[in-house]
């Protein structure tokens, strides 16, 4: 068993110190938000877990992490993903198992995958010989993930990637720290702290009532912070930032940045939350009208009929499913800004301040 490990910090007074969660490879979308935010050589980076895995560019992002921790104080709270990898180079594979690494980087995004490639090393090696190359040549990586903490705890903040499962972090029930790190649904397990819970693993989407939100989720009462935006995960998704300005203090906002192509608004659209909103694994639905670019469905468990992005349905074992979707539609006026997650010929599906949801009114080209 992996043991939790607990770094202690306290941020200095006035250096403003930024938390980034979920980065999951996506560079571009990590310097995007770091340039929007100014990010500056004074400033304090706390990552709170996840930097590979599953984006196009993860070796570069743990690289690029290593660099800068050595000229900039930098934090780096392990994520199941960083810890689930390294553990996939540092154990024995039995004879039966010697491709299981090589199917592995075949299907994933994954910066093993990554690595081989960099090596150049043949797409059948045995696991055994793959494990020796990649611990010869990326040492550095894999010490840098072995020696980043479970839980980074600071006087005002507990920054751990998926949950804590008592409020004393030394606690027996925190031991295993890949209870910690994969700590699904965190939001739904009966807890609340005296100081806040930075959190990261599981997009906050998903906790959102009423129109999907990507912008961090937080619960006051309880003191969790849950800031994962999706990025990598979600095609709405977005890399988000929890900013304090001041490291010594507990105010804090947001920031976030995405990819998606920004546009105007022409038309007035007046707001309606959604009455139906399902995410996985509630999300078996039934065909009613197919179409070209948008379908009418029925989600099997509740009965509601929507309209779905085609390309966001999926076939498994014979029955229709259908990844995040909502009828909301996003209150909008002619003129402003919105970003575009799919334009179809009947309506779009758009993005404002994290917010998602429908848009029937006409966008300007691109500008
Ligand atoms: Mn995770």
């Not at 900013?243 to 995405?258: H, M």
Request: glycine fraction near 8%; charge should be negative.
């Amino acid at each position: 068993m992996l043991k939790t490990t607990v770094q202690k910090a306290s941020f200095p007074t006035g250096r403003r110190v930024i938390v980034i969660s979920d980065i999951h490879g996506a560079f571009a979308y990590l310097q995007g938000l770091l340039k929007k935010i100014h990010f500056s050589p004074e400033d304090i980076l706390v990552i709170n877990g996840d930097i590979i895995e599953r984006g196009p560019e993860n070796l570069r992002c743990l690289q690029w992490l290593m660099e800068l921790s050595k000229k900039q104080t930098v934090y780096t709270v392990c994520g199941n993903n960083d810890a689930y990898v390294r553990g996939l180079i540092y154990r024995e594979y039995p004879a039966e198992e010697q491709d299981i690494l090589n199917r592995y980087c075949t299907v994933r995004s994954s910066v093993l995958g990554e690595m081989r490639k960099q090596l150049g090393l043949p797409d059948d090696l045995p696991a055994s010989a793959f494990c020796k190359e990649l611990k010869a040549h990326f040492a550095a990586e894999f010490d840098f993930i072995a020696n980043m903490p479970t839980i980074l705890e600071t006087p005002n903040f507990t920054f751990v990637h998926g949950g804590l499962r008592d409020t004393d972090i030394f606690s027996e029930k925190n031991a295993c720290a890949f209870d910690l790190m994969k700590f699904d649904d965190f939001l739904a397990y009966p807890i609340s702290f005296s100081k806040p819970v930075v959190v990261g693993h599981w997009p906050s989407s998903l906790y959102s009532k009423g129109y999907f939100d990507c912008m961090p989720y937080v619960e006051p009462n309880r003191k969790i912070i849950s800031i994962d935006g999706g990025c990598m995960i979600k095609n709405m998704g977005q890399l988000n930032a929890m900013i304090l300005p001041d490291g010594s203090q507990s105010d804090y906002c947001f920031a976030s940045f995405d990819l998606l192509p920004v546009k105007q608004a022409l038309d007035d659209q007046a707001g309606r939350l959604p009455d139906i909103s399902f995410c996985w694994p509630d999300c078996r639905v039934e065909m009613l009208e197919d179409g070209e670019e948008i379908c009418l469905v029925r989600h099997v468990s509740s009965g509601k009929i929507l309209h779905v992005l085609k390309e966001d349905l999926w076939e498994q074992k014979g029955q229709l499913f259908c990844d995040d979707s909502s009828n909301g539609y996003l209150p909008v006026c002619a003129g402003e800004s919105v970003s575009v997650i799919c334009q179809t010929q009947r309506s779009s599906l758009i993005k404002k301040n994290g917010k998602i949801g429908w848009y029937n009114g006409r966008l300007s080209e691109n500008k």
